[in-house]
């Protein structure tokens, strides 16, 4: 058994074939160091990890140390948080491997990513499909950092290519969908996951993707019923009922929304979509319950770090509260809208939100510069925010 016929097994997504080859090898010799490895891989994947370094350590009893040992110990030190050794054994293996290996590139690139250093990750990623151009995840990986990068063209082709070599992966048809519906190609993205749905009937994830663009595309009949019927063969997944709720806002049943949003409240299953839908209704409501929303509006804040949105909706909306201390407003918006700024620095409705409060505190010079780099970031098809930008600056003289 050689090492490349298990690696590329593996590499093509034959788990079973990789798995059965390398328990064959072990039937006829315990210490077979390719097999071993080959079966800690496979242990990686499913999360397994005492059983990998078990394997591991077997595979190299005699301290001998190669590209592939080394690859199966920093998936391991990452497994443990331990991010620093992991990145030196990756770098190592990139350093001193012949041939270099793909898989060195793609385990740093996921550490730079966890680091947010995208641009790092980019080049990594670049590099793991140059050397092998048809593994699909390296391509799915790369395009979701360009997208990260806000590259949405240049992901279309690995996204393409990723769901050429692997047509039965679902977040490949949900990412591609994305970038679609970014672009407003609404059409495209239909079509692309009606054709997904042939090969995965019924799969939760296309069929969620399905029901936002047909929404998107003003067929709320049939995406409603989607919905509908995800949320009920889905009782306890979040993102199901979060989903249900948002069609039920849309749709103008927004107390109905508010019950769903609380009972998963009460179950502890809230998430940063269902706090977000609680304070959007609260804000829509006659009276609005402007205090409710911004207590909704912090707790999606809470439970998604990384969710930019939320803090930009925050800051919005104490900059229009009209009670309170003025003065204590503004100063909480701002810091919101930077927190919203640095959770997406590439987004500009942060900053132009920034701007205004900017200039309601009376900082114009301040409130004029930022208007200004709105103009300068915002691309040209984000006519609204444009607009909103120039009249700040007419208006700030």
């Known amino acids: 058994m050689t090492t490349q016929s298990m690696q590329a097994l593996l590499k093509a997504g034959e788990v079973d074939k990789a798995r059965a080859l390398a328990e064959s090898a072990l039937s006829k010799n315990k210490d077979d160091r390719v097999a071993l490895l080959t079966l800690a891989k496979l242990a990686s994947v499913e999360g397994d990890w005492a059983r990998v370094e078990t394997l591991v350590n077997q595979a190299t009893r005699g301290g001998v140390e190669d590209p592939d040992s080394l690859l199966v110990r920093a998936a391991l030190a990452t497994s443990r948080g331990d991010d620093e050794a992991a990145r030196n054994l990756y770098t190592q293996v990139i350093r001193e491997a012949k041939p270099p290996r793909a898989e060195a590139h793609f385990g740093l690139s996921y550490i730079l990513g966890g680091l947010d250093d995208f641009p790092g990750a980019r080049k990594e990623l670049e590099k793991a499909v140059q050397l092998e151009?048809?593994?699909?995840?390296?391509?799915?990986?790369?395009?979701?950092?360009?997208?990260?990068?806000?590259?949405?063209?240049?992901?279309?082709?690995?996204?393409?290519?990723?769901?050429?070599?692997?047509?039965?992966?679902?977040?490949?048809?949900?990412?591609?969908?994305?970038?679609?519906?970014?672009?407003?190609?609404?059409?495209?993205?239909?079509?692309?996951?009606?054709?997904?749905?042939?090969?995965?009937?019924?799969?939760?994830?296309?069929?969620?993707?399905?029901?936002?663009v047909l929404a998107a595309r003003g067929n709320p009949s049939e995406a409603f019923g989607i919905v509908k019927k995800l949320a009920v063969q889905f009782p306890d997944d979040a993102a199901a009922q979060g989903n249900l709720a948002r069609m039920m806002m849309a749709t103008g049943h927004r107390d109905e929304a508010l019950e769903v949003c609380r009972a998963l409240g009460r179950r502890g299953l809230s998430t940063a979509q269902t706090k977000s839908i609680e304070a959007m209704v609260l804000e829509a409501n006659e009276p609005p319950d402007i205090e409710g929303a911004v207590g909704a509006w912090r707790e999606a804040m809470d439970l998604d770090?990384?969710?930019?949105?939320?803090?930009?909706?925050?800051?919005?909306?104490?900059?229009?509260?009209?009670?309170?201390?003025?003065?204590?407003?503004?100063?909480?918006?701002?810091?919101?809208?930077?927190?919203?700024?640095?959770?997406?620095?590439?987004?500009?409705?942060?900053?132009?939100?920034?701007?205004?409060?900017?200039?309601?505190?009376?900082?114009?010079?301040?409130?004029?510069?930022?208007?200004?780099?709105?103009?300068?970031?915002?691309?040209?098809?984000?006519?609204?925010?444009?607009e909103q930008a120039e009249r700040l600056i007419k208006t700030l003289g």
């Open 305 to 386: 770090p990384d969710d930019w949105s939320s803090a930009n909706n925050l800051g919005n909306l104490l900059f229009r509260w009209e009670e309170g201390d003025p003065d204590e407003r503004l100063t909480a918006a701002s810091e919101i809208l930077e927190e919203a700024r640095r959770r997406a620095p590439n987004r500009v409705e942060p900053l132009l939100n920034l701007a205004l409060v900017t200039a309601r505190k009376g900082d114009k010079a301040k409130a004029k510069a930022l208007a200004q780099d709105v103009l300068k970031r915002a691309p040209a098809g984000e006519k609204e925010l444009r």
């Open 133 to 212: 151009p048809d593994v699909a995840q390296y391509r799915f990986n790369l395009a979701r950092v360009l997208l990260a990068l806000e590259e949405l063209q240049l992901a279309l082709p690995h996204l393409q290519r990723a769901l050429e070599l692997n047509p039965l992966n679902p977040p490949v048809y949900v990412v591609w969908t994305i970038v679609l519906q970014q672009l407003g190609e609404l059409e495209q993205a239909e079509d692309l996951l009606r054709q997904g749905l042939k090969l995965l009937p019924d799969n939760a994830e296309l069929l969620n993707s399905l029901s936002s």
